[in-house]
């Protein structure tokens, strides 16, 4: 699932959304983020003055947290531009470790790949975005490298609508209120009755497949991974090239292989104590 501008689809909420310091609520913290997470594929260096307008900071609030971050070793200055050090890593390796899922899966899924000669992904929920955890590579399919960390928007993805499925009603009402929209392609769906008819659709299907809706050319089909609960964990899914498979081939030949390892992975999950 591929989209060329797969790090804008995340964006930073604008300082007046964000929730009033309090009790519950630490601001300079919160900025603190708003600082790292200004920084991506397409701004990997910045000035001082680029930080704090992406930020939305006044340059010296952007620049005590620039040389807190620079302190602890997780970004570096060469006096003028400022970057990301790979010890931001831990912070998001933490999560990773944090969770059996990652481990149970990624053996299944190369298995997967190997099977079917495409790429396969897992991936989670956040917001109206999906996040990659874990990829398996084949061919180079994409316009853009996706890797773990990248976002892409959950309602034009296999995965994001098989995630968006889970919810209840009242989430994905609200959800779709103050959701971005984007023509991505001449196939995406816009409007609220058909992204709800897709999404109710993979539902009750147990699937998802997306054709050409984020990208011209690329096809994915997604499953569910369950815990032991039932509950919707995370996405699995297959992408390749409408070229190479067609979206009918992909059901009849590629679908069936997914399935079973999601439910393989599900199962293990199930049976995992932890």
């Not at 964000?18 to 397409?42: C, E, K, M, N, T």
């Not at 006096?79 to 890593?89: A, E, Q, W």
């Not at 996040?131 to 994001?160: C, D, E, Q």
């Amino acid at each position: 699932m591929e989209n060329p501008d797969a790090n804008a689809c995340a964006e930073t909420p604008a300082p007046e959304a964000l929730p009033r310091p309090g009790d519950s609520y630490v601001q300079s913290f919160a900025r603190g983020l708003a600082v790292i997470r200004s920084f991506s594929a397409a701004a990997p260096q910045q000035t001082l003055s680029e930080v704090a307008a992406a930020s939305g900071l006044t340059r010296a609030g952007a620049r005590r947290i620039l040389l807190t971050l620079q302190t602890l070793g997780y970004v570096e200055s060469d006096g003028r531009l400022f970057r990301l050090t790979p010890r931001i890593l831990d912070l998001g390796f933490a999560y990773l470790s944090s969770m059996p899922i990652w481990d149970l899966a990624e053996p299944s899924m190369e298995a997967l790949a190997d099977q079917v000669r495409e790429s396969c992904s897992a991936a989670v929920l956040d917001g109206h975005d999906i996040v990659y955890v874990l990829r398996v590579h084949t061919h180079k399919i994409m316009s853009t490298n996706l890797g773990v960390g990248s976002r892409l928007p959950a309602f034009w993805t296999s995965m994001g609508r098989m995630l968006l499925a889970d919810l209840p009603e009242e989430r994905l009402a609200a959800l779709l209120r103050d959701l971005p929209r984007r023509r991505f392609t001449p196939r995406t769906a816009l409007d609220d009755a058909d992204l709800l008819a897709r999404i109710r659709a993979a539902r009750t299907q147990g699937w998802c497949l997306i054709d050409q809706e984020l990208e011209e050319g690329l096809i994915s089909v997604a499953a569910p991974l369950r815990d032991r609960a039932g509950r919707t964990v995370a996405a699995l899914n297959i992408s390749g090239q409408a070229n190479r498979t067609s979206a009918k081939v992909m059901q009849r030949e590629l679908l069936p292989a997914l399935l079973r390892t999601a439910e393989t992975i599900s199962r293990l999950l199930g049976t995992r104590r932890g």
